[in-house]
């Protein structure tokens, strides 16, 4: 019996499980060091406070790439047939991922807000910075702190 299936270009078969890995490494760097400056801040209660929702977003999308980048790898590098029930488990946690992309940036900037809020912080809606899912939420402890971040930013 013969294959009449075609085999993917070698570059791409080399590229998209580098750049998958390459991402997550990424995610796995960044979102740790965002999480750590925001636990920092709870405990510093610094004057101006930043929140970077955008890398809660990442960590979902780290979790899915992850996944695709292991099925790529495992499928097209070492040539590997998966089980159905290892492509079940993997699916998965890929849609772990994706709720958790989708739920941990809302969830988390709610208990964030309330914290600060609750001790006293203001929203400084005109010194924050929102580009699609990149969200930078600022919080300070005073409206002279927020009118100075506004106007540093002109």
């Not at 009449?4 to 991402?23: A, D, M, R, S, Y």
């Not at 998965?92 to 912080?121: D, K, T």
Request: glycine residues 6%.
């Amino acid at each position: 019996m013969q294959d009449n299936t075609e085999k993917p270009h070698f570059l791409i078969l080399i590229l998209v499980p580098l750049i998958l890995f390459g991402l997550e490494v990424f995610v796995f760097i960044a979102f740790p060091i965002e999480l750590f400056r925001n636990i920092r801040s709870l405990i510093n209660m610094p004057d101006i406070v930043s929140f970077n929702k955008g890398h809660y977003y990442l960590l979902g999308l780290g979790v899915c790439v992850g996944v695709f980048g292991l099925i790529a790898t495992l499928e097209h590098w070492f040539s590997i047939i998966l089980s159905e029930a290892t492509v079940k488990k993997l699916f998965r946690v890929a849609v772990l991922g994706l709720m958790l992309g989708l739920l941990l940036p809302h969830f988390s900037h709610f208990g964030f807000s309330r914290y600060f809020q609750s001790h006293g912080y203001i929203s400084c809606d005109a010194a924050s910075h929102r580009w699609l899912h990149s969200v930078i939420l600022v919080y300070t402890k005073n409206e002279m702190l927020c009118k100075e971040l506004i106007e540093a930013r002109k």
